[in-house]
């Protein structure tokens, strides 16, 4: 079983977000990133972009599938990763670390309590597969 960051908020769509100063980074997780296969395409939102939570704000591309990354909440995209789109291997090769997607400010703190910590989410995969 992987194990998955203690210190992020987990979507049954499998994107994390945690706090890193006064903003949120937003990534996908391992389990997400070994779903896809090898990542070849990421679009990212533009920055100032406001999001809801649920509301698809980026897409990836990989050699099995593509499919849109939701916003784990509400807020306005203040920095997105650039490094992705020379590199969207990054995603694979550390979806916690290099691979994240895109930062939020105003971030509407209540939508973090709907969300699963790391030992919640660890049980809903295992029970989806």
Same mark, same amino acid.
Request: with cysteine; charged share 25%.
């Given at each position: 079983?992987?194990?998955?960051?203690?210190?992020?908020?987990?979507?049954? %769509?499998?994107?994390?977000?945690?706090?890193?100063?006064?903003? +949120?980074?937003?990534?996908?997780?391992?389990? !997400?990133? %070994? =779903? &896809?296969?090898?990542? #070849? +395409?990421?679009?990212?939102?533009?920055?100032?972009? %406001?999001?809801? =939570?649920?509301?698809? !704000?980026?897409?990836?591309?990989?050699?099995?599938?593509?499919?849109?990354? +939701?916003?784990?909440?509400?807020?306005?995209?203040?920095?997105? $990763?650039?490094? &992705? $789109?020379? /590199?969207? %291997?990054?995603? @694979? =090769?550390?979806?916690?670390?290099?691979?994240?997607?895109?930062?939020?400010? $105003?971030? @509407? #703190?209540?939508? &973090?309590?709907?969300?699963?910590?790391?030992?919640?989410? /660890?049980?809903?995969?295992?029970?989806?597969?």
């Amino acid at each position: 079983m992987s194990t998955y960051p203690d210190d992020c908020k987990y979507t049954k %769509e499998h994107e994390w977000i945690r706090a890193d100063g006064a903003t +949120y980074v937003v990534g996908i997780t391992s389990f !997400a990133a %070994e =779903q &896809l296969g090898d990542v #070849t +395409y990421v679009e990212l939102p533009k920055v100032g972009k %406001e999001v809801r =939570q649920g509301e698809a !704000a980026a897409a990836v591309e990989s050699v099995k599938a593509a499919s849109d990354i +939701y916003a784990p909440a509400g807020g306005r995209v203040s920095e997105v $990763n650039a490094a &992705l $789109n020379d /590199a969207p %291997e990054l995603v @694979n =090769q550390g979806p916690f670390t290099e691979g994240w997607f895109f930062k939020l400010d $105003n971030v @509407n #703190t209540a939508d &973090l309590d709907s969300l699963m910590d790391a030992t919640a989410y /660890a049980a809903y995969v295992e029970a989806q597969h």
